[in-house]
Structure formats: structure tokens, C-alpha cells
């Protein structure tokens, strides 16, 4: 039994316990885990977004392409290549100033559109873009981190050297074998102006998280911007692609510019400015969540300043730079963000708080139950433990009592037969005791196999109506002989009337007789027992059977507990009295077996009281 009771501590209480105190602290982490999924999600979008953004600026340069071709179809090239500039305007409107390029030889290349005379944006432009486009300047222009590293590498590859430009790559992007020092070749100005990338405007807060200190922590991706700036030429620029786009950055407003090369001379470069309002109304209705979305988050199209210009909820404000999650566009429109905002940043706390509640509650019931699980098993361990020692006592008693009168039986038995006693007395005397011995052994025997019929479940009652004073009365008259030669004085006090009650006289003889031979057992030196049997009325007619002794009584704490098989608040040992730890186990069921039954009450002045309260019979 302890070796059961150590396989449970070890095998399940520890183990559950110690995974009931793992989830506790994994409850820690709902906040992160809940914030962290709603950032992929939003992350998702803006993705999404950012490509889509992306997609569309590439389109319009598509567009731009098949404008310049369908004009070059319509122009003689020379002439529309002076006159560049007014006719995209007009066929175009996403064009703010339209140019044209003449290339002749390996670095030289003419503006020939537009001219001063088209207007003060065409003025603006040529101040701007004049001699980076005549290729006598080189300008600082955006790329995507990895495009540049590629065709830095490309060139690298092709013999040339950027070695100043990949060595002003910052040490993340520079992952590229470094080339030899002393070559040169056309590409060299391509290079990082900044020699490292540029800090994003904005401070995505999704990325961070709390670690268990309850530090913020960010997230390894870098707030580095993807895109950084380089310097070079016009000619370098356009190498010997079909189309393009520049992004370049003056007086601090961003200036986008699409190129194309007539497919029927590869020395004509058409391009146009944007107009960046333009672009911008073209791109409102893409800047939208999913639906499923749309009350959860805004998203937004920041400018490089981090200012909103275009916000799928048009009311909605909140601290720009610190969106919940943002993507850069890229190259297209360098250092511009999609960037979404929580409409309700609280709702994602009280979900957490919510979660880990719930959570908590359910690894606080399976604890709870753990442990009273856990306390009923050790009860009911106890209780085996105990009643596995009850049976053994048990065992070693009932075997005593069946010794003592066999003992007795068969020491008067043999005098009797020697014949060595002839007083008629005596003999009376011993055939008396022989009898009385024979009697206790058959009351023994008779609880035994009784309380293994009621465990069993098989104990069979026949029940009649019957007169109870009339069982009272052959009881006492068999018991009375055995207590009144022990010395006792029995007071018996039955009424004349007859109390009728429906049970099998048999046991509630053997009930009687239990409680007679208990008051006989433990008296000690108190000489007097009374049996009363009165009827009573209340609450409901009943008959009530007191047996009284003057022994010991019942000691505190135990008043119930004799009640329990094989409990015996005197030890044998210590009070030399022996007992099998049934009789009152048997009586009581066999009055509740009758619908009445059996309880303790100390007696006024000393000693115990018994009553068998029984039912009337209503016949
Ligand atoms: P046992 O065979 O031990 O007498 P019982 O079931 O008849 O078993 O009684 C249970 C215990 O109740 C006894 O061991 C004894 O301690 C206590 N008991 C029963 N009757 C009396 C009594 N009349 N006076 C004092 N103690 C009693």
C-alpha cells in the first residue's frame, strides 16, 4: 500500500503539478503570443499592400511606355523629341514635365525637352534635373539594399571595382566577396552615398515584445530602411535597359521619373516627372484592409516624413510614427511606408487579460482537482490501511474468542465424562457453563457469518408481524441464566401490552442479545444492567428498546465509530476484553434493516445507554 501511495506521489502529483506550474508561467506569455499573431496578421496586409503599391507604380510605367511608343508612331521621333514634354502632358496626365534625351557616344547625352519657355515647371525641372541629365552630374538616387548589392556584385564580377561602394555597404549587406582595389571602370561613382542605410521614419510597435524580466525587447529585424541612397549618372542609370524609374530626393520632396527607350532608336530616351498628387489619387482606393479587417485596423500610406497621405479610415488619428506594423514600398517610392494601426490598441491587452483568465481558471480547477483528487486517494489509503489493520486484529480476536469457550467446553466436558464428579450440584453447574460457552460460541459464529452475508449483500430477513415484548422476553429468558450466574443484577422492564412490529424475530433477537452480552462485557465492576422497552409516540409511534450498564461508557471522539466494522474503542490488549468489532456493526443494520436503529447515549451517572428504536407495525 505505500509502495502504491509512493508510485502515485511520484508518477502523477509531482508530474501534474509540475505541469500545472509550466502553464502557469506560459500564461506569462499570452500578451506576447496574442500581440505577436495580430502582428503577423497586420504584417500580412501591409505586405500585401506595399507589392501592391509596387505592382501599380510598375504598371504606370508600362503605361508610360505604351504612351511614348503610340507618340513616336504619330510624331516624326526628332520632332517629338522637341516637343516631348507638351505632348505627354497631354496624352498623359500622370506626367508633371515631360523629357527627352538624345544619347550620342558612351557618356554623352542631350536634353532636348523640355525648354525654359514651357512654364515654370518646366524651368523648375531643368534646374533639378539639367546637367544629371546631360550627364555632366551625378545624382544621389534610391535602390533597394539588395538591387544595388546585386549590380555592384554584377559589375564587380564583370572585372570593374565598386570596392568604395561595397565597403560603405553596411556589414549586413556586404556579405559579397571583396573585389581588388586598383580596377575602375565606368561604375565607380555607383555607390552608397550614406554609408550605411538610413533609419526608417516610422517605429513599427508590433515588432516588440515584453521578455520575461519585462524588458522591451526588439524584435532582430532591424528598423533599418531597405532602401538606400547611391550615387550616379544619368548614363549609368539606364545602361542598356528598355525602361526605368528614378527616385531621387530635392529640397527634401520626393521626385519620381520613368523612362523609356524607343524600341526604333535605342538612342532617344523619353521619360516624364510625376505628378505626385496623380499618383497618389491613383492609389487611394488600393490603400485598404481586408475586409474582414475593417473595423480591427487603418492602414496608411506615409510619406518619407512619416505623414499620412493616403488612410483608409478618413477620421482616424493617432501618433504616426508608431504604427503597429508598417512596410516600406521600396525603391519606387523610397523611405514611403503602408503602415496599419489598431483602431482599438486596448482590445488587444483585454483579450490577453481575457485569454490568461480564462486560462488561469481552468489550470486553477485542474489543480484543484489534482488535489482533491490526491487527498481523496490518500484518505481512501488510509482507510484501506486501516481496515487492512482492523481485518488482521480481527482475525487474531475472533480466533481468541472462539479458543476461550472451546477452552471451556472441552475442560467441564471431560470432568463430566471422567465420571470424577458426582455432585449433582456441580454437575448442574458445569453442564450449565458447557451450555452458556456453546451459546457465546454460536453468537460468535452467527455475527461472522452474518457480517460476511450483509457485505455480501445476501443477508435474507423474514419478515412477519410479530410482538416485540414477546421477543424481548425469550431473549432476556435465554441471556438472563448466563448474566445472573456472572453475579450481575438484571433490572428488566417490559410492558404487559404487546408492541407490534413487522421483522424477523431472529435478528432482533440477535440484536437484544449483542447489546446484552456488551453491557455484560464491558460493566467492569458496575453489577447492574436494565433493559426497558416502552412505546412511544412521537414524533412518529415507535418502540424503543433501552439497554443501560454502569460499565466505562463510550470514550469521547468514539460514539459513531463503534458503529464501524471491526472498530473497538477497547483495545483487547489493554483492556483484556475480547471482541471481534461486529456485534454493534451487525445490530445497527439489522434495525435500519427494519427501518429503525441503533445509537450510543452516555448514562446519567456513569456508564452507557443503548437504544434500538423499531417502527410500530401498522396491522
Ligand atoms: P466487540 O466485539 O468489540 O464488543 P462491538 O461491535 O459489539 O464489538 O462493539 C464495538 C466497541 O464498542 C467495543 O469494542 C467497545 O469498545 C464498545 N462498546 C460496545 N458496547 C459497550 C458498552 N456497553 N460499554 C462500553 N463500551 C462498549
Redesign the pocket.
Known amino acids: 500500500m505505500r509502495k502504491v501511495a509512493l508510485v502515485f506521489v511520484l508518477a502523477v502529483l509531482v508530474p501534474s503539478l509540475l505541469l500545472a506550474w509550466l502553464a502557469v508561467r506560459s500564461l506569462r506569455d499570452q500578451q506576447f503570443l496574442i500581440e505577436r499573431q495580430q502582428s503577423l496578421l497586420c504584417q500580412r496586409v501591409t505586405d500585401t499592400l506595399a507589392q501592391t503599391i509596387s505592382d501599380h507604380l510598375a504598371q504606370q510605367q508600362q503605361e508610360f511606355a505604351a504612351q511614348v511608343e503610340s507618340l513616336a508612331i504619330s510624331n516624326n521621333p526628332d520632332a517629338l523629341a522637341v516637343g516631348f514634354d507638351d505632348q505627354i502632358r497631354r496624352a498623359w496626365p500622370l506626367a508633371e514635365v515631360g523629357f527627352s534625351v538624345t544619347l550620342s557616344g558612351p557618356v554623352t547625352c542631350t536634353l532636348t525637352s523640355p525648354t525654359p519657355a514651357a512654364g515654370p515647371a518646366a524651368q523648375r525641372f531643368l534646374t533639378d534635373n539639367q546637367l544629371f541629365l546631360g550627364n555632366q552630374q551625378s545624382a544621389e538616387v534610391y535602390w533597394n539594399a539588395n538591387n544595388l548589392k546585386s549590380i555592384l556584385y554584377a559589375n564587380v564580377k564583370n572585372g570593374g571595382s565598386s570596392y568604395s561602394a561595397l565597403n560603405n555597404l553596411s556589414s549586413e549587406q556586404a556579405d559579397q566577396p571583396v573585389p581588388q582595389q586598383n580596377a575602375r571602370n565606368s561604375w565607380q561613382n555607383l555607390a552608397p552615398t550614406k554609408a550605411q542605410s538610413q533609419s526608417r521614419a516610422v517605429d513599427p510597435q508590433g515588432g516588440r515584445y515584453q521578455n520575461q524580466a519585462g524588458d522591451q525587447v526588439q524584435q532582430p529585424e532591424s528598423n533599418l530602411s531597405k532602401v538606400v541612397p547611391a550615387e550616379a549618372e544619368f548614363r549609368q542609370l539606364i545602361g542598356d535597359q528598355t525602361d526605368g524609374m528614378i527616385a531621387r530626393f530635392l529640397q527634401d520632396k520626393l521626385k519620381l521619373m520613368f523612362w523609356h527607350r524607343l524600341n526604333t532608336d535605342s538612342n532617344l530616351v523619353f521619360g516624364a516627372e510625376l505628378n505626385l498628387n496623380h499618383v497618389i489619387d491613383g492609389l487611394r482606393d488600393l490603400v485598404q484592409p481586408d475586409p474582414e479587417l475593417t473595423n480591427e485596423i487603418v492602414v496608411a500610406l506615409l510619406d518619407d516624413n512619416a505623414r499620412p497621405v493616403v488612410l483608409s479610415c478618413p477620421n482616424y488619428h493617432s501618433n504616426w510614427k508608431h504604427p503597429f506594423v508598417a512596410t516600406e514600398v521600396g525603391q519606387a517610392l523610397p523611405h514611403w511606408e503602408v503602415a496599419a494601426y489598431l483602431m482599438d490598441p486596448a482590445a488587444l491587452t483585454r483579450t490577453a487579460c481575457i485569454v490568461n483568465a480564462v486560462l488561469g481558471v481552468f489550470i486553477a480547477v485542474l489543480v484543484l482537482a489534482i488535489v482533491i483528487g490526491s487527498w481523496l486517494i490518500v484518505r481512501g489509503l488510509n482507510t484501506e490501511l486501516t481496515l487492512a489493520r482492523q481485518k488482521t486484529d480481527f482475525v487474531s480476536n475472533v480466533s481468541h474468542e472462539l479458543k476461550t469457550p472451546l477452552t471451556s467446553i472441552r475442560m467441564f466436558s471431560e470432568l463430566l465424562a471422567d465420571g470424577r464428579v458426582t455432585d449433582a450440584a456441580k454437575q448442574k453447574s458445569y453442564l450449565q457453563i458447557i451450555s452458556a460457552e456453546a451459546a457465546r460460541l454460536t453468537r460468535l459464529i452467527n455475527n461472522v457469518l452474518d457480517f460476511s452475508r450483509m457485505e455480501r449483500g445476501e443477508k435474507k430477513y423474514d419478515f412477519k408481524d410479530c410482538d416485540l415484548n414477546e421477543v424481548v422476553r425469550a431473549a432476556v429468558g435465554t441471556f438472563r441464566p448466563h448474566l445472573e450466574a456472572n453475579g450481575l443484577e438484571f433490572v428488566c422492564d417490559l410492558p404487559d401490552t404487546s408492541i407490534p412490529v413487522c421483522g424477523d424475530a431472529d435478528a432482533l433477537s440477535q440484536v437484544i442479545v449483542?447489546l446484552l452480552s456488551?453491557?455484560e462485557?464491558?460493566s467492569k465492576g458496575g453489577r447492574e444492567i436494565t433493559l426497558q422497552l416502552t412505546q412511544k409516540s412521537s414524533p412518529l409511534p415507535h418502540a424503543e428498546l433501552k439497554i443501560l450498564?454502569r460499565?466505562?461508557?463510550?470514550p469521547r471522539g468514539s460514539e459513531e465509530k463503534?458503529f464501524e466494522k471491526f472498530?473497538?474503542?477497547?483495545d483487547s490488549l489493554s483492556s483484556g476484553i475480547q471482541?471481534?468489532?461486529?456485534?454493534?456493526?451487525i445490530a445497527r443494520q439489522i434495525a435500519r434493516a427494519h427501518g429503525g436503529d441503533v445509537i450510543y447515549e452516555a448514562r446519567e451517572g456513569g456508564g452507557?445507554c443503548?437504544i434500538l428504536r423499531l417502527p410500530l407495525s401498522r396491522c
Open positions: 449483542n456488551n453491557a462485557k464491558y450498564d460499565g466505562s461508557g463510550i463503534i472498530y473497538r474503542a477497547h471482541g471481534s468489532g461486529l456485534g454493534l456493526t452507557s443503548f
